[in-house]
């Protein structure tokens, strides 16, 4: 079966920190690989993705993920955490389909 | 530029009345998308639109009916709305390259 999994609900963090939020799906056929980002009150939109090629991807906002095949990961990572980076964030994932299946999120949250 | 909106920004709507949620777009993108956001669930697709003119039905689209009729809207209705349609619902847009979707910044249904 095809599912994206994200088993952190929550993840605080104190300011300055790095973080890393973890995403892993199962899948039978080649994938590509996102991580959107909602700020409080807003729609979702896209920090990186990973299409071809390297598997170290960078984003926006100093954020990266890096592709790891055999353990099925797609984990985001961000050195030094901000408190502007309070968000939800959610990592999606296409089955060869051209459509996006979302994982349920990770809240983020920055302890000053 | 204004992207994507939609209307209205929030509703409460008695159990069975009929809504049509609006969404509109200023980017020419060929391919919409309706989502609903549920807390622990993350975003599932309803329905989809690859071009004007053609619909598609994503993951939950029971109760939801959608049209194409150019390439700037996708509105989504409800023709009898349940409890369980209560949710955030998000309306998005990706150009030829799809694999970047562009969000609106929701609505809030309540139905009652």
Known sequence: AQSVTQLDSQVPVFEEAPVELRCNYSSSVSVYLFWYVQYPNQGLQLLLKYLSGSTLVKGINGFEAEFNKSQTSFHLRKPSVHISDTAEYFCAVSFGNEKLTFGTGTRLTIIP | ?112
């Open chain 2, 1 to 112: 530029i204004a992207g994507i909106t939609q209307a209205p920004t929030s509703q409460i709507l008695a159990a069975g009345r009929r809504m049509t949620l609006r969404c509109t777009q200023d980017m020419r993108h060929n391919a919409m998308y309706w989502y609903r956001q549920d807390l622990g669930l993350g975003l599932r697709l309803i329905h989809y639109s690859n071009t004007a003119g053609t619909t598609g039905k994503g993951e939950v689209p029971d109760g939801y009916s959608v049209s194409r009729a150019n390439t700037d809207d996708f509105p989504l209705t409800l023709a009898s709305a349940v409890p369980s349609q209560t949710s955030v619902y998000f309306c998005a847009s990706s150009d030829d390259s799809w694999e970047t979707q562009y969000f609106g910044p929701g609505t809030r249904l309540l139905v009652l």
